[in-house]
C-alpha cells in the first residue's frame, strides 16, 4: 500500500485553489459575512500550531518527518499533541481550507475541507497507518484503539 506521489501541502493547496474558484465563479448563498469572515484568518493562523509541535516531536524523537517514507520511521511518537490526534499535520491542512472556506464566506468553498479529509485519508493516512502497523505491531494498534485519527483521546468505561 503506497501513499499519494502528491505531497499534502500540495493537495491543500489544490483544494484552496478550487474553493476560491468555486466562491468567485460559482458562490452560493454568503452564510458568513464581513467583518465575521475574516476569522476565518484567526482559524488559518492557529492550524499551524499542532503541525509544528509534531514536527519539533519527530526531531526530538529522531524519526522521520517524511509522509513518503513511514516505514523509515524509527520511533512511534505517541505523547504530547499525539495524544489527541494521530494526524496532527493533516489536521492543521484540513483547518487552513476551513478557515480558508470561512474566509470566503459563501457555502460553495465549504466543499473543499468537506472532500479534503477523506481525500487525504484514503491517498495519505491508510497508507502511512499501514507501513506504521507492519514496524510497531500491537504497538500501533493500542495506540490507534486509544487515540482518534483526527482529533480526541477516546474515552474508556
Known amino acids: 500500500m503506497r501513499s499519494s506521489p502528491v505531497p499534502p501541502p500540495l493537495w491543500m493547496l489544490v483544494f484552496a485553489a478550487a474553493m476560491w474558484a468555486l466562491n468567485h465563479y460559482c458562490p452560493v448563498l454568503t452564510i458568513i459575512a464581513e467583518p ?11 492550524a499551524p500550531i499542532a503541525p509544528i509541535a509534531a514536527f519539533i516531536q519527530f ?9 513518503h517514507k513511514p516505514d523509515t520511521a524509527t520511533t512511534l511518537v505517541t505523547t504530547g499533541v499525539y495524544a489527541w490526534t494521530r494526524n496532527p499535520m493533516y489536521l492543521g491542512l484540513a483547518l487552513v481550507l476551513l ?8 457555502l460553495s468553498p ?16 491508510r497508507p502511512e497507518e499501514h507501513a ?26
Do not use: E
Not at 36 to 46: D, K, P, Q, T, V
Open 36 to 46: 465575521w469572515s475574516r476569522l476565518g484568518w484567526c482559524l488559518m493562523a492557529i
Open 59 to 67: 526531531r526530538r524523537a529522531h524519526t522521520t518527518v517524511d509522509p
Open 99 to 106: 478557515g480558508w472556506a470561512i474566509r470566503l464566506g459563501t
Open 110 to 125: 465549504f466543499v473543499g475541507p468537506l472532500l479534503f479529509i477523506p481525500l487525504i485519508q484514503h491517498v495519505q493516512i
Open 132 to 157: 506504521l502497523r507492519m514496524r510497531f505491531g500491537r504497538d500501533h494498534d493500542r495506540y490507534c484503539h486509544r487515540v482518534n485519527r483526527w482529533l480526541g483521546a477516546k474515552l474508556r468505561p
